[in-house]
C-alpha cells in the first residue's frame, strides 16, 4: 500500500471518529486514543485534526 493510500485511510477513519463523536457514541479520550493508533498503523506523521 503506497503512503498516499495510507493517508487517505487514515483521513476516511478520522472523519469517521468524528461522526461518532458528534453523535456521543464514543468520548474525546476514546477519540483521542484510537487516533493515536490510527496514526501509528498508517504511518502518518502529521496529524491536523
Known amino acids: ?4 493510500q495510507k ?7 478520522v472523519n469517521l471518529l468524528r461522526l ?3 453523535m456521543k ?3 474525546e479520550d476514546e477519540y483521542r486514543t ?4 490510527s496514526a501509528a498503523y498508517y ?3 502529521i ?3
Open 20 to 22: 461518532l463523536l458528534g
Open 25 to 27: 457514541l464514543i468520548t
Open 34 to 37: 484510537i487516533v493515536k493508533i
Open 1 to 4: 500500500m503506497s503512503q498516499d
Open 7 to 13: 493517508n487517505a485511510s487514515f483521513a476516511y477513519s
Open 47 to 49: 496529524i491536523c485534526v
Open 43 to 45: 504511518g502518518a506523521e
